[in-house]
Each structure stands twice: as C-alpha cells, then as structure tokens.
C-alpha cells in the first residue's frame, strides 16, 4: 500500500542544521497531512511538525523558529529544515502521513489510518 521513507538524519554539532525528507510510495492520489514526530529514550513520542495539503503548518513550542516544515505535493513528499540544533534534539525522528487518498482498482478510496516511516537517527553533539 503505502511506505514513508525518511532521509537526512545524522549527527551534527550544536548549532548546526541538517534536513529531513519523508517520501511516501504507493499507489497514492492524494496525502492531507504529513507531519514529523521524535522520540528521545526514555520519552514518549511528541509531535514537533505537522503540514496540511493547503500547507497550513503548526510547529511545536519546543522547536518554533528553528524547525520548518515544508512540502512537495507532487512528489509526496515532506521536509523538516532543522537549524540551530540542540543536544536536546536528539531523538528518532518519524515522518507520519494521515488522510491518504489512494487508487484501487480503479477507484480513489481513503485510508481510515495513519501511516509512519521507520524513523531516522538525529544527533546532535554538544
């Protein structure tokens, strides 16, 4: 059906930047929202970005102004553009798709779930 493959994460130095791209793969028409969530061990998952097909955003408190979310809907595509790191950045980093709209059997159905990529390591050294 549908795969979220994240890229980008890394390790970086405290003040540096890095990017993360989330590709979704399959048979899609369509993906209302797409959004990235982290998870430090020992925590539980927060949701840092989210982004709409209209490209309406909304940032975590946490991370605004240093986090921005962007997308290519033709491409299914969702970006994190992550400057100023801090080491309290670091986590697992999951890109999530909610409201996929996709073809089968000749017909556009929407999926009632969310589907989530395997996540991507950032680290982020003081």
């Known amino acids: 059906q549908v795969q979220l493959v994240e890229s980008g994460g890394g390790l970086v130095q405290a003040g540096g930047s890095l990017r993360l791209s989330c590709a979704a793969s399959g048979s899609i028409f369509s993906i209302n929202a797409m959004g990235w969530d982290r998870q430090a061990p020992g925590t539980q998952r927060e949701l840092e970005a989210g982004?709409?097909?209209?490209?309406?955003?909304n940032t975590a408190d946490s991370v605004k102004g240093r986090f921005t979310i962007s997308r290519d809907n033709a491409k299914n595509t969702v970006y994190l553009q992550m400057n100023s790191l801090k080491p309290e950045d670091t986590a697992v980093y999951y890109c999530?798709?909610?409201?996929?709209?996709?073809?089968?059997?000749?017909?556009?159905?929407?999926?009632?779930?969310?589907?989530w990529g395997q996540g991507t390591q950032v680290t982020v050294s003081s």
């Open positions: 999530n798709a909610n409201g996929v709209r996709y073809y089968y059997n000749g017909y556009i159905r929407t999926s009632m779930g969310d589907y």
């Open positions: 982004i709409t097909i209209g490209s309406s955003t």
